[in-house]
């Protein structure tokens, strides 16, 4: 075995050899499924890789949190879901899980332990921001993002629904490029216009799309970078840009792909 | 004849306590209609809560110029409350302004501080009412009949009832020396600006207006405290309570339905304890299905529209509004509660959930975003109610959107929302897995 290929070990796999990781990395169906976000699933897994941290996946033992079909009231569904989930994780003995979908993120943190999976759950802005602080991940200066101007859209389901405004911000600020905040952020963020299962359906008739309207005022801040911490903010954003016809000049990255682009992965 | 004004108050006060006791009584009733929801953990929290946001308004002042134009008539209200006392031992008592030989010096200050108080209030219902009517403010500007109704009354009588303490302070004044039944008090600072307007008349006349203005500011009073229950000025009181029994779990977390685990589990051939018990309905069909926290919002909600201001599917025109979500479930429990005293059936009209209320186009449109629940100046949760009502329609009715069945269906077959074969999971490592690092 050597150490310079990227590696993706199993839960099977791993306790198969009898041993444990220390951290569960939960990938979500967008992070498995959705083109773009895969692209955010791998740059979370090299800087994972580079830091030498121990960690796993379920892979094909993964399945849905159940979050949107809770969202749209299909609460047995969800507790499906849920228990079969829980019965696998507790399976591995998981202690410790980080995800980089706010939605899995908020329901198995927030959702699970009332049916019996209790873990210590965190965002990856969260856990970036310590490889940050405690020096595993140094950033490059003079790097691809210094001085360039950054805004970060909040995230409904980490902000609002649990308080986490300032990981995504500080991660934003390590990179010694120039955060630059909408006129609606953190606890008066808009939606980007997914959550609550609408990633899910067409929206019910306006006079506008909310992504759109969310678009604007990020575009509005003159950021050449809108950074996002969650799949479904990610599509909505990156469809907003299309529609806006600027993706040639404004990109839309997730805070992973930052870092890893900063280092070079 | 002495005793004539004793009476007639002790009758005024009389009406007055029997017809806020009933509507009390029937508001409690109606909130009693709903479900049971354990609100009784971590007393120390929710104490914190009630002080900082309800006693302390701390979620007004995100905007300084409404806060501080309401922080003066709430602390208007709060201490010119203290003066109602002097009048009601006054007015059974015979007596006139009892306070001032006890409290000497102190009683002029306290009156003078009253009057400050008073046309801070005169001051900010002026600026409220050109808010509501004249700048174009939004959230305001877009309700209409009763609602925008009832929140120009209020203004309107809250002047007049000030108007009237000054006056009667300016009466009073005057009347200090001249007729023995008024006790020297010194003079009052804002009311003085008043006097000249008295100073011809007559003593017979300066009496008439004093008690006149006393009447009209006691009954106003005790008519605006039953007027109070049937209007969104409800708030006054429930702000207390409703902050006091809000969510403490993090905006996020869904509240589990116990009576769908103990079906799972059977199903799943987990231990499931007790057997399942007979389970009435699945979600929310009508205001009776909701929790008596969720009424108690109802009732709690001061239509100020800053949560319909914030709701993105509002923003961008939809037809959802969460104010709108508060308002018809205080008309739906409010016209049960009616079916239920007139003897008819409690469920008559329109269900909560029903073109008539809310319809589905609103509760489908949600994001579940949790901005109306921040921006709640009291503490209420309108995506709680939508969710219910969701429920209802995914479980009971199967009438969700046809996008959200399809979703459901996949991920009950693909373990994900999209149709992708569940073998597929794991594919995105592929091109990792051996990749040079
Ligand atoms: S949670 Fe729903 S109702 Fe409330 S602001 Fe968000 S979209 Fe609007
Ligand atoms: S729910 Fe709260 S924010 Fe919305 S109108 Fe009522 S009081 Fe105002």
């Known amino acids: 075995m050597s150490d310079s290929t990227y590696k993706v070990p199993t839960m099977q796999e791993m306790s198969a050899k009898g041993e444990a990781p220390e951290v569960l990395f939960w990938v979500g169906c967008a992070g498995s499924f959705d083109d773009r976000y895969k692209a955010v699933t791998i740059a979370f897994t090299k800087i994972l890789n580079k830091v030498g941290i121990n960690f796993a996946v379920l892979g094909p033992e993964e399945s849905c949190t159940g979050d949107p079909a809770r969202r749209a009231g299909n609460e047995f569904l969800f507790q499906m879901q849920a228990m079969s989930n829980i019965q696998v994780l507790n399976g591995y003995n998981i202690k410790k899980i980080v995800t980089a979908c706010p939605h899995c993120f908020n329901t198995i943190k927030n959702e699970y332990p009332e049916l019996g999976g209790n873990y210590d759950v965190v965002h990856h802005s969260q856990f970036l921001q310590g490889l940050i602080n405690e020096g595993k991940v140094t950033l490059k200066d003079g790097g691809e993002f210094k001085g360039k101007k950054i805004t970060f859209h909040d995230s409904c389901y980490l902000g609002r629904a649990n308080g986490v405004y300032e990981a995504p911000r500080d991660v934003i600020k390590a990179l010694d490029a120039e955060l630059v905040e909408m006129k609606r952020c953190k606890t008066k963020g808009l939606c980007c216009g997914a959550g609550g299962a609408q990633m899910f359906k067409d929206a019910e008739k306006g006079n506008k799309e909310i992504n759109i309207e969310r678009t604007e005022e990020a575009l509005e801040t003159g950021a050449e970078v809108i950074a996002a911490g969650c799949p479904f903010c990610m599509t909505m954003m990156g469809d907003g840009v299309k529609n806006k016809e600027r993706e040639h000049n404004v990109k839309v990255l997730d805070l992973a792909e930052l870092i890893a682009k900063n280092q070079g992965l | ?437």
């Open chain 2, 1 to 437: 004849m002495e005793y004539i004004s004793q009476i007639a108050f002790l009758l005024v006060l009389a009406v007055a306590a029997y017809f806020l006791a009933q509507r009390i009584g029937s508001i409690k009733k109606n909130i009693n209609l709903g479900k049971e929801v354990d609100r009784s953990d971590n007393s120390g929290q929710r104490w914190k809560n009630t002080f900082l946001i309800a006693f302390g308004q701390q979620k007004m002042f995100k905007k300084f110029i409404p806060a501080i134009l309401h922080l003066m008539i709430y602390v208007g209200f709060l201490v010119i409350n203290l003066e109602v006392l002097e009048f009601i031992i006054d007015g059974v008592a015979g007596t006139h302004r009892i306070f001032a030989p006890i409290l000497g010096d102190a009683y002029t200050v306290a009156i003078n501080v009253f009057e400050f108080l008073a046309v801070a209030v005169l001051v900010s219902c002026v600026a409220f009412l050109l808010r509501r009517n004249v700048l174009n403010v939004k959230r305001l500007r877009s309700l209409s009949g009763w609602p925008k109704l009832d929140g120009n009354l209020i203004l309107v009588i809250e002047i007049i009832l000030m108007f009237a303490i000054l006056t009667m302070n300016a009466t009073d004044m005057l009347l200090q020396g001249k007729d023995e039944h008024y006790v020297q008090t010194g003079s009052f600072f804002f009311s003085s600006f008043l006097t000249p307007l008295f100073e011809g008349m007559s003593v017979d006349a300066l009496v008439f207006t004093e008690r006149f203005a006393w009447w009209f500011h006691i009954i106003g009073i005790l008519a605006f405290a039953v007027y109070v229950t049937y209007s969104k000025h409800l708030h006054i009181f429930l702000a207390f309570p409703n902050t006091y029994f809000a969510k403490l779990t993090p905006n996020g977390q869904m509240n589990n339905m116990d009576e769908v685990t103990t079906e799972v589990k059977s199903m799943l051939g987990m231990d499931a304890g007790a057997p399942p018990a007979e389970v009435a309905r699945l979600g929310a069909k009508d205001a009776t299905d909701l929790t008596w926290v969720n009424l108690m919002n109802a009732y709690s909600c001061t239509e100020c529209g800053r949560c319909t201001a914030e709701c993105p599917a509002n923003l961008t025109g939809k037809k959802l509004s969460p104010r709108k979500i508060m308002m018809d479930t205080r008309d739906r429990i409010d016209e049960i509660g009616k079916n239920i005293k007139a003897g008819k059936e409690a469920e008559s009209g329109s269900p909560l959930f029903s073109d008539d209320y809310i319809s589905a186009e609103e509760l489908n449109a949600c994001t579940s975003c949790n901005a109306c629940v921040e921006a709640c100046p009291v503490s209420i949760n309108p995506l709680d109610i939508i969710l219910q009502g969701r429920r209802y329609m995914a479980m009971e009715e199967s009438s969700s959107p046809q996008s959200w069945n399809s979703m459901f269906q996949n991920v009950e077959t693909s373990f994900a929302p999209w149709k992708f074969p569940p073998t597929d999971r794991f594919k995105w490592a592929d091109k990792l897995k051996g990749e040079e690092k």
